[in-house]
C-alpha cells in the first residue's frame, strides 16, 4: 500500500518570504502525485498535478512543485507568499483500485504566512 | 451541479444515535468517494462506488458504518450507534470515469460532532 509522509506538520512564515513544503511518497513504481489545498471551514482544492512528462508542474498561483523519482519526493515550492496562502497543504499519491485512482493523503502541513 | 454537494453541513449526535450523511456528486460523475478526516489529520480513505456498484469498503472503520449509492447518483453515508471516535469531517468526492490521474472534486465536508 501507498503512503505519504509530509515531513512537517507547520510551517510560519513571513510574508513575501519564499517557502518549501516537503512531502515523500512510499511507492517505487509508477505513481500520480497531488497537492491539495484547504482552507479554514472549505473543502479540498486540487492545486497542482503530476501524471507524466515534465518533472516540474506549476498552478495559476504561483506554486510549483517537483517531481523526483529517484528521492520519491514532490516538495510543493512558491518564491514569494502572500497572507491568502494561509491553509492546510495536502500532498497525495495515487493507488489504483478497482479500475479507479484512490488517493491517499499525508497529514498535512499548516502553512502560516505572518505579516 | 456545478460541484459536490454534502449535507448536513454540521451534525451533532449523542452518542449513541444514528446518523446519516448525503452527498450529491457533479452530474454524470461515474466514481465516488467517502474519506473520513480527523482533527488534524489527513484525508482516509472509508469507501467507493463505481455507479451503483460498491467496489471497495476497505477502508470502512466497523460494521457500524454502511455506505449506499443505489441509483448511481445521490450516496448516504450511515453511522449506527454513533461513538466519539466518529468525530471527524466527513468529506465526497467524484470523479468522471476517464478522469484517471485527473484529480477528483471534493465537496465542503459534513463536520459530525459525537457528543
Known amino acids: 500500500a501507498q503512503s505519504v509522509t509530509q515531513l512537517d506538520s507547520q510551517v510560519p512564515v513571513f510574508e513575501e518570504a519564499p517557502v518549501e513544503l516537503r512531502c515523500n511518497y512510499s511507492s517505487s513504481v509508477s505513481v500520480y502525485l497531488f497537492w491539495y489545498v484547504q482552507y479554514p471551514n472549505q473543502g479540498l482544492q486540487l492545486l497542482l498535478k503530476y501524471l507524466s512528462g515534465s518533472t516540474l508542474v506549476e498552478s495559476i498561483n504561483g506554486f510549483e512543485a517537483e517531481f523526483n523519482k529517484s528521492q520519491t519526493s514532490f516538495h510543493l515550492r512558491k518564491p514569494s507568499v502572500h497572507i491568502s496562502d494561509t491553509a492546510e497543504y495536502f500532498c497525495?499519491?495515487?493507488?489504483?483500485?478497482?479500475?479507479?485512482?484512490?488517493?491517499?493523503f499525508g497529514q498535512g502541513t499548516r502553512l502560516t504566512i505572518n505579516p | 451541479g456545478a460541484g459536490v454537494s454534502q449535507s448536513p453541513r454540521y451534525k451533532v449526535a449523542k452518542r449513541g444515535q444514528d446518523v446519516a450523511l448525503r452527498c450529491d456528486p457533479i452530474?454524470?460523475?461515474?466514481?465516488l468517494f467517502w474519506y473520513q478526516q480527523a482533527l488534524g489529520q489527513g484525508p482516509e480513505f472509508l469507501t467507493y462506488f463505481q455507479n451503483e456498484a460498491q467496489l471497495d469498503k476497505s477502508g470502512l472503520p466497523s460494521d457500524r458504518f454502511f455506505a449506499e449509492r443505489p441509483e448511481g447518483s445521490v450516496s448516504t453515508l450511515k453511522i449506527q450507534r454513533t461513538q466519539q471516535e466518529d468525530s471527524a469531517v466527513y468529506l465526497c468526492a467524484s470523479s468522471s470515469w476517464t478522469a484517471g490521474g485527473g484529480g477528483y472534486t471534493f465537496g465542503s465536508g459534513t463536520r459530525l460532532t459525537v457528543v
Open positions: 452530474s454524470g460523475h461515474v466514481s
Open positions: 497525495a499519491v495515487s493507488e489504483l483500485i478497482q479500475g479507479a485512482q484512490k488517493l491517499v
